[in-house]
């Protein structure tokens, strides 16, 4: 795909649209100039990737009144290209914090703030990333006919000069391999860390509760220490609580002190930590709230006001919010974040992060405000909560491109548990999203509950996320057995290696017009590698689709049986699978043994997880299992089956090809088969 031109218009305060003439072209250079103005859009390639950029300046009078660039979108590119791609997924803001995918033929129905484009090309496949840069963000949007449209802005108005990146560009063999290096080339372009190069905290391998779902922000100590009797009752083995909203002392919209509500939790946090941690077994605990604060800020002449009035910058409409400088900013979350940990707080989950450009629009550049208020956040999350910090509400792109360091971000909109069609929405938006947004970040696929008519599909979902996994059910309404097949009996968390994404044959296609959505993923099998497939069924009628290794990505090439984790039983790559209307199933890439196939843990949707080691000989085999439970493998039945060293042969069961047994054991367990 090669860009043949490209067409500049800007947007002034006072003469409104400019197009500005293209006065010279030539290979990956076009100058524009007109009244007062002129621009120059520059294409440098290297290898299979092309990164544009921008430099635009307009003639100012040294006194004289001036007619500079209006405040939203002042610049416009149009961009021909020699053929346009067969078929596009665009990942687009639809609010002003979260993506979700379009799936379109033609630049023309681009949705508006479109801000990672996977094109389907005549010779494989290319994708397309606006930039955020220093000040200006670039996004892609609908326009003419055939052409694709680019809009930039800071959300501040009297610019007169714009040197910016505009995008990148990146052709491949798969989408998957275009978006890393996309990704990669930022990573090192800018200094900042992949996602294997952020760190994933210790705290999210375990199970966890937050309380949103659950009381919303009619939150308080009686109801927080009723729900962890109910999951130490039940043994539901949660490790970690998140306080959500309403545990915060405001004002309508607004915070007026740094420390719990009285009448929520008269007594603080401290004294019902310290007996939830002795009592019920939970580890870690954290708190809500919004990157100002609250979502109006903090309250102007409140006690917080007056303690942090060092630390707070005011905004033209009054809102006053942590300081939108490193320094400054910092001062602000040091002293909030040392409060909370000297009430036993050991983390945070930030919301609103997508805010800034609302907050600080014609007073400071939207990149610029959100790169240093970033930067103050998490100087002081690394600073008194070991970083052990949720990003929320923070997809917008000067957001993910603004992040020195911290790993863990919201993937999608929330889990609505009373929207009957809200799961399919859910699982468009995470599955999608990770194309690009698991560049860069841990993906956290939201809570769900466990007593709901879409636990299992959520359940299944969350198995296969990659990220961590908590729930959010009422006081007295989890159920168990809804959560045993995502842990380990100590709460660990059966976690996959990256975060799930659609399979090859799914990307350009909108799931619910036809077909099954294949999401998938992999992780370790011993010292192998295994594969997962979560199918559901979106489109509100009966549907048909094959698996093969293929469906997943970077599973490497190997022998794999596929066993179907809810029928248990094999399929064969290539069988045709139907399910129902709203239908799920889920299936297993095992890779094959000399004389068996392990599947691990046959009672966890991971199975193979499970698996710490398998070593084989030519007659026998010996599998160092993570955890007690069913142990299932596929093919010969073995003479004789040891489980930490006693003979257990006669307990095997076997149907339809696959051999389980009960290890009666907790914590690790040896299993040596033989032949």
Known sequence: MKITAMTLTITRQKQGEQVLSCEKSEEGRW???????????TLEKNGNMWAASLHLELENEAFRENDNLACTWPVKIEMVVDQLPQRMTAMYLHRDWWTRPAFLTRPEE????????????????ACLLPLAGKEAKTVLGPGREGVFTLRLSAYRGGYRKIEEPLFLLAEGENVYNCAHELFRSISEGRHLPLRKGRRYPEMFEYLGWCSWDAFYTDISEEKVRAKAAELAEKQVPVRWFLMDDGWLSVHGQQLYDLMPEVKKFPNGFAPMIQDLRREDGIRWFGVWHALGSYWGGVEPGSKAALEEKDHLYKTASGKLLPYPCAEKGYGFFRDWYEQLRAQ?????????????????????????????THEALEGAAAAYMDGRLINCMGMAMENILGRPASG??????????????????HLLQNSYNALYHNEFYHCDWDMFWTAHPDAEKHGILRAVSGGPIYFSDRIGETAPDSVKPLVYGD????????????APDCLFADPLAGGLLKVTNLGACGDKKAGAVAVYNLCGKEAETTLSAKDIHDLPAGEYEIYDWKNRRT???????????????????????????????????????????????????????KDGGEFGF???????????????????????????????TTGKTVLLLEW
């Not at 100058?31 to 859009?41: D, H, L, P, Q, V």
């Not at 863990?408 to 929405?425: C, I, K, L, Q």
């Open 31 to 41: 100058e524009f100039s007109g009244e007062k103005a002129t621009g120059c859009i």
């Open 344 to 372: 036993g707080i050991d983390f945070v989950k930030v919301d609103g992060q997508s805010a800034i450009k609302n907050y600080y629009e014609n007073e400071i550049p939207v990149c610029e405000a959100a790169r240093k």
């Open 110 to 125: 681009m949705p508006e703030r479109t801000q990672f484009l996977a094109m389907e090309t005549q010779t494989g496949t």
């Open 634 to 664: 596929l093919g010969q039945r073995p003479t004789r089956i040891l489980v930490n060293g006693e003979d257990r042969t006669g307990e095997l069961q076997e149907k339809n090809g696959l051999w389980t047994l009960q290890t009666h």
């Open 408 to 425: 863990m971000s919201r993937n999608s909109d929330d889990f609505v548990p009373d929207n009957p069609t809200g799961f399919a929405e």
């Open 571 to 625: 399929i064969s790559e290539g069988e045709r699978l139907s399910l129902p209307a709203d239908g799920c199933g889920l299936y297993l890439f095992l890779p094959v043994g000399k004389a068996v196939t392990p599947v691990g843990l046959v009672d966890k949707y991971s199975s193979f997880h499970a698996l710490e080691t398998v070593a084989e000989t030519d007659h026998s085999l010996t599998a160092v299992v």
């Open 491 to 502: 709460g660990r968390i059966l976690r996959l290696e990256r975060a799930a994404m659609p």
